[in-house]
Nanobody
Framework: QVQLKESGGGSVQAGGSLRLSCAAS???????????MAWFRQAPGKEREGVSC????????YYSDSVKGRFTISRDNHKNTLYLQMNSLKVEDTATYYC????????????????????WGQGTQVTVSS
């Protein structure tokens, strides 16, 4: 099992930037880059949606259409940390953001499906105001 803890959330005006981090501990194989990782988000009254997925080595990345070109996912396997750089933030990006640890070394075709992930963090709030 992997323990995940997000940080870096906060309040920002539209057009601003934030960088989220997700520190992983527990299952040491994470540091071997064996598992895919992802960011999800959930706005009030809405379902949790996949934002981005990165494979174990960091060589393959997927984004949802809603964040493509604005968000950048990355990982530092030596530091056991996942990142999400969020630029050009919009009011509709307001949500609780969660990181998740997957089951494979690659991002599956259904990477945006919550069932593809074993472990979840507690989430960090991102609020974007106009």
């Amino acid at each position: 099992q992997v323990q995940l803890k997000e940080s870096g959330g906060g309040s920002v005006q539209a057009g601003g930037s934030l960088r989220l981090s997700c520190a992983a501990s527990g299952r040491t194989s994470y540091s071997d880059g064996l598992y895919d990782m992802a960011w999800f988000r959930q706005a009030p009254g809405k379902e949790r949606e996949g934002v981005s997925c990165i494979n174990g080595s960091g060589s393959t990345i997927y984004y949802s259409d809603s964040v493509k070109g604005r968000f950048t996912i990355s990982r530092d396997n030596h530091k056991n940390t996942l990142y999400l750089q969020m630029n050009s933030l919009k009011v509709e990006d307001t949500a609780t953001y969660y990181c998740a640890a997957g089951k494979y070394s690659y991002c599956p075709g259904s990477w945006s499906n919550m069932n593809e992930y074993n472990d979840w963090g507690q989430g960090t709030q991102v609020t974007v105001s106009s």
